[in-house]
Each structure stands twice: as C-alpha cells, then as structure tokens.
C-alpha cells in the first residue's frame, strides 16, 4: 500500500520534472509534409509565425495563448473556428496579416481573451467596429496600430463600452483629429493609452481617473494639449507624457502644470528654443525629464530646472553651447538639488573652463549618472571627482581626451561604471582607473600605443574580459592596429627588452663609474700616491720609531727633470759627489725593474736631504710633481727644513702653482746662476748645507 503510493508520488515528481523540460519550445503542429508549422511549449502557448499560413492549422488542445503573427490569413470566421478545439484562448495575435474581416461571431467564442493583438493589418473604421462588437468582456489588451483607420471618433470605441480595458494601442494609424470627448466614458479602466505615430493635431478627450500613461509621439501637436483647464486636470493621474517629435514650438506650462502625479515628461524632438525659469517648479512629482535632440533648442534660463523632485534630466543632442555668454552656467540647474541622473551628451562643452565646470556640478552634486559623451571636452574636469562624490556611472565617450590624470577615481567611492571609448588615450595603468569592483568599462577605440607602458593594461584587460564592452576586437594599438589581447610575443620581447634594457643601464652606469674613478683617480693621482705615501709614512715611522735615530743611506736626495738630468748631472751631482757626499738620483740610481714610487719613497726616505731642481719642465713633470709633494710632507712630518730647493731658471708665471710658490716664497732657494762667480758660490753654499749638517744629525748614529 505504502509502496504504491510512494511509486505514485516518485511518478509525479519524474512527471513535474519531466513538464519542466517540455517549456521549451519544440515543434508541435505539422504540415502534410511534415514541415513544422507551430511551436508549442508546455504552458499552452502555441506560436505559428511566420509560416505564410492563409489557414489555421489543427491546434493541440493544450493551446490558451496562440501566436499566428506574421501570415497570410485574410479574414476571421466562423469556418476558422473548426481547427481551434480550445476555446479558452486568452491570448490571441494576429499582428501582420493581411485582415480585412473579423466576424463578430469568430471573436465573440473567446469569451476569456484578454489580450488581443490586431496590429498592421489592413482592417477600416467601419470593419474594426463591426468586428470589436461582440469582443469577450474580459478583454484587457487591446492592439491595434497600425490599421488602416483614418479617423477617430468615440463611436469605434463604444462597443467597448463596460469593458476592462486597460491598455489601448492605436499608434501607427491616420487620424488627424482625436475626438475622444466619450472615450474615457466607456473606458473606464484604461490605463495606458498609445496614439502615437498619428497626425493628431488636434487633442479632445474626456476626463480620465485611470489614465497614467499617454503617449503622443510624432504627432502634428503645435501645442501642448489643454490637459489643465478651470475644472481641474483632465488626467488627475497621469504619471507618463510622451508629447515628444511634435511642432510644439512654445511650451505652454500652463496645460501641464496642474499634472500633479506627472513623473515622467517628455519633450524631446520638438521646436522649444527656451526653457523659461521654473518652467517645471509646478509639477511636484516631476522625477524624469526628457529634452533631447531639439533643433531649435538655444536658451535654458536661470532655475529653467528648479525643482525639488527632478532627478533626472536628458539634455542630450540639442548642440548647446554650455558657455557662459549663452547661458548662466552657475544658475541654469540651480535648485535642482535631488537630480541623480543627467546627460547632457552631445552638446559643446569643450568650452567650459575649470570654475565653470565647478559652479555646473555643485547644482547638482548628488549626481550618481553622469553622461557627457560627445562633447568636444579635451581633458577631463576635475570637477567631477571634486564634487560629485555619489558618481556610480560616468560617460565621457567620443571626446578628445588623451590622459586620466593619476588617482582621478580617487574620490569618486562608488564608481562602478565607466564609459571612455573613442578618446585619445594611449596609455593606462592602474594610477588611473579606480581602485574600487568596476561593473562595466568600455575603452575601446583608443590609440593605444602599444610600448612597454601598455603592459599594465594589457593584463588587465585579459583579467576584466566580462565587465568590458568591444574586448578584444577595439582594443587596439594605434600604429599597427595590432589587438591588444594579442600582445602576447610582443609583451615577452617587452620583458625581454626590461631585462636588457636593465643590463645595459647597470652596465653603463658601471662603465661610466669606472671611467669617473680612473679619471678621477688619474686627475688626482698624485694626491692619491701622497696619500698612499703618508699613510706609508706614517706606518713606516710608527715602525722605526724617531727618524732622527735611524740610519741615512743617502745625504741627498735629488729630484729633477728628465730633461735637466744631464745639467744636473754634471753640475750638481758630480759636483756633491766630489765633496764625499753620498748623493741619490733615481735617473742614475734607480735599481732596475724595482716599481718606482716604491723605490722613490724608499730612498726619500733613505736620504737627509731631499733637494728639488726646479725648472719649467720640472714643474710640467707629474712624477716631479709627486716627489716635490713627498718631499714637503716630509717636512713638515720632520719639522725642520729637508728641503734644498734650487731654482734652475726662472719659472714662467704659467706654470706657477700653488707648491712651486710655496717653495720659492720665502727666497729660501739656491738660484743656480749661468754665470761662473755665483755657480761656484752656490755650490759652496751646497755643500756647506748638506755637510754642516751631515755632520751634526750624523754623528749620534756613528
Ligand atoms: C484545418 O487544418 C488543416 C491542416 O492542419 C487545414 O488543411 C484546414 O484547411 C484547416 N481548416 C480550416 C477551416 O482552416
Ligand atoms: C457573438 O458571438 C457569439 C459566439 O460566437 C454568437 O453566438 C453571437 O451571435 C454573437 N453576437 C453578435 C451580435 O454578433
Ligand atoms: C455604457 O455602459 C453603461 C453601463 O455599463 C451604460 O450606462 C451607458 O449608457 C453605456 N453607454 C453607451 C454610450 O452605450
Ligand atoms: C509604427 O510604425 C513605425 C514605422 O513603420 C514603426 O517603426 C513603429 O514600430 C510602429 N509603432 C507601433 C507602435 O506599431
Ligand atoms: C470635445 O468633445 C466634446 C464632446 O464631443 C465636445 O463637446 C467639445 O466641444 C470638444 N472640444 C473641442 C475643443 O473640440
Ligand atoms: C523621449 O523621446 C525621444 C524622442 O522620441 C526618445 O528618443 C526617448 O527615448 C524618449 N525618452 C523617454 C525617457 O521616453
Ligand atoms: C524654485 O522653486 C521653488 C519651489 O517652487 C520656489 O519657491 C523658488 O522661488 C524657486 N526659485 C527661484 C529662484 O525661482
Ligand atoms: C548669473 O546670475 C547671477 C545672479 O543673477 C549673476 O550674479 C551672475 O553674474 C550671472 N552670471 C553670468 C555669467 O551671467
Ligand atoms: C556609496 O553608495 C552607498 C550605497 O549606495 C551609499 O550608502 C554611500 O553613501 C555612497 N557613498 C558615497 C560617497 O556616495
Ligand atoms: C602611470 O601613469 C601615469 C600617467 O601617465 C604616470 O605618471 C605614472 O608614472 C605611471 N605609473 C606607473 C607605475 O607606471
């Protein structure tokens, strides 16, 4: 028993599921060739579109809502009736057929339909009334734009008088005149009325409790409608106008401003040149207000929008010159203090400088939807970061701008949806896009330049594809038009070129460090090599403790010029060395293959004297240059004079420097003079000075 019923509810949950499946859509009716003629899915719904049926074919008795939009059938009847077993039908379209008969028999079986779909069929006022007749009760859609109906007069209508109606269509037909002084009368449900499409120019109906949406659209209006007069509004509750594509020229408020539940306004397309101040302060619920593309459109007044409820405004496409010799920038959208949404897309706003841009947001600084594609702007105001901190959506499609400026998004917290295809950008990284979850971004048709730069973007182009629009085909380099999620060979020889690029930099620098020290080091070698020597020096004294103690290998130290040597040589060496003293000349002395600056220090060092033959090629001369500074350090380190500084010629002022001046100064020199009397003199005096002292600071070490 259990076991049954549980086999019973498995079964019905297998039929449910099954049911599931068989929503969708398969084919249900057949031609005698087996050719699919209708489409059913499980909820009743048959659709036999499109088939050039002039017939209609056996129905499965399933069917409530049938679809035969599209065909060739040419008239309604009794005799049609015979395929259709359910009766039932709730739904009926016979749009796009060729109709010029309905039996008021044929319509009055379906006594449950409630959407009725007549739409472009060739069917006359007089044919649509005779046909409409005995329509079910229960009807409460009913189509029919695009007919052929020249006129409208509340007769068509009346013989839905009684019924529930809410939505009517009778857009798409020819009436010039909408006489409609009974229609709300009989329709006393409708709620959305469509006559657009027409070429009413002229408006006449009957008060409506129940209308909320009328739509005008391309009609021959030169006027706004009296929808206002002494005994009140004539729609109490109208909540959406469409008087928009009309040849209304002045917008007469004063037929709408009685409107109190009017939301959603729309004026687009007509010849309006001014927005008069206030010109929507009157309409309390006013939320959405559509101005696009009006030709004529030159002039919005100070506080044109002031208005508590407005939140949001279309302005797109009417070529304004947002500047301030056309209007007051800082008062045209004052008082609109709750707009959210503006687009104000397609009209000249490149002229707008920094503070104008500033005194236009701060009307409207709870802006979440922001659109000013299209507007000749050539870099992006900071204003919009600056003021209008609530941005959800920004749009600044097809401009010139070729740089967001680094942390722009900063302010703008709850940024999720950014437009900015068709600009000059060539370049992005992540600076410059928001640190928030973007919902939506569109770069596409920037000339991006495709360098190592594009790196950033490349990546994340390739991590965001599901929030981008046109990826991957307008993202492109701007040179070879090269995609560039296809940057993949180029990135690698871009990273490539990084690790180069760092090698070669590291290199370089090395390279040119080098060259600074040798260049440095050769610039000041001499000073190096006296430092190297006093450091020695130092070390050297340390070790021997007092100099004065130690042994002298040399009296003499003579230091001169390669080409003096010879001169000195003969006149002084020798000379010296007559008189028994011991003299050093590295020119002569030096033990080959020894380093010389090691051998120099040595035997400076070795020697009690250090005599310096100077001359302009000495003082020309780096390696004289280095003994003279040895020589003067030693000097100073010893405190008592080791200097013999004899003066071979007169020094040319050009190459007096600071050591040679410092060593001639004092007249503390032996001027070694051509003439016979005062060489010998000279030379006496040599010998005296190295003797004397040769004797007093030898003798203790004997
Ligand atoms: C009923 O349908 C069949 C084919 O499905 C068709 O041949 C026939 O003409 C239809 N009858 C009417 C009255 O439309
Ligand atoms: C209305 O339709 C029903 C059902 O087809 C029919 O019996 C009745 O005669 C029709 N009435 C008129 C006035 O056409
Ligand atoms: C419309 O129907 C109402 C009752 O539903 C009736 O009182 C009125 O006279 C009808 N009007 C016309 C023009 O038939
Ligand atoms: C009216 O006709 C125009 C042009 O044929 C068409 O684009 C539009 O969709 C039609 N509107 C309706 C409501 O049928
Ligand atoms: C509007 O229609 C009513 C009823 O048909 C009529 O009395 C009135 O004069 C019409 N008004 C205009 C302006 O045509
Ligand atoms: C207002 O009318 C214009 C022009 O017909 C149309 O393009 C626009 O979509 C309409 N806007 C709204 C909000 O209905
Ligand atoms: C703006 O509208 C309000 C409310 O309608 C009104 O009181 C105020 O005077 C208007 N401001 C200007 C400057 O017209
Ligand atoms: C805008 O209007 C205000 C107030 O009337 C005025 O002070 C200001 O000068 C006007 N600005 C321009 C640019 O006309
Ligand atoms: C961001 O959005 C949230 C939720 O919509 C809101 O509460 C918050 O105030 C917004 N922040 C800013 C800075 O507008
Ligand atoms: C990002 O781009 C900006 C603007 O081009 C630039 O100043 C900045 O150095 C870039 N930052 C990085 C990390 O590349």
Redesign the pocket.
Known sequence: MWSVLLACFIQLIVICHGSKEYRLRQPCVFDSSRRPLCWCSGDGYTDCSGQGLNYIPVLPKTTTRLKLRNNNLEILNVEMLKNISNKQLTYLDVSKNRIKNIDSDFIGVFKRLQTFNLNVNPLTNEELETSLKNISISLQKLFLNGLTLSHFDDDLLKPLNGSKITVLGLSNNSFHDFNGGHIFNYLKYLTTLYLSYNHINNFNASRSYSLKQLSLTRNDLTEVPPFCSTAGALFPNLEQLYIDQNCISVLNMNNLNCLDNLILLNISETRIETLK??AF??LRNLKALSLQHMESFRYIE??AF???SLERINIRDNELHFKGSEMNIS?AF??CTNLKVLDISNNFLGKLNKDEWVLLFTKVSQLTYLDISRGYILYLPKAIPDVLHNLKELRVSLNGIDFIPPGYFNTLYNITDIYFDGNKLTMLNHTQLPTTKLHHLNLAFNPFVCDCNILWLVNYLKLHKEILSYYPSEYRCSDDKMYLADLKIAIRSCLIDEQTSTIIKCSCFSVMLILLIISGVYRYRWRLRYVMYILNYKRRKYINGNMKSSNFSHDVYISCAESDFNFVYSNIVEKLEENNLNVYISERDAVPGSLKITSTLENMDGSRFVMLCLSNSYVQDHWCEYETYMAMERSIYEGHDVLIVVLLENISSANMNKSIHKLVKNNDFILWEANEEAYRLSLRRLVRLIGDENTNIRTPSI
Do not use: A, D, I, M
Request: no cysteine; glycine share 8%.
């Open positions: 101040s206030n302060s009157k100070s506080y002031n208005s508590s008062l004052s008082g």
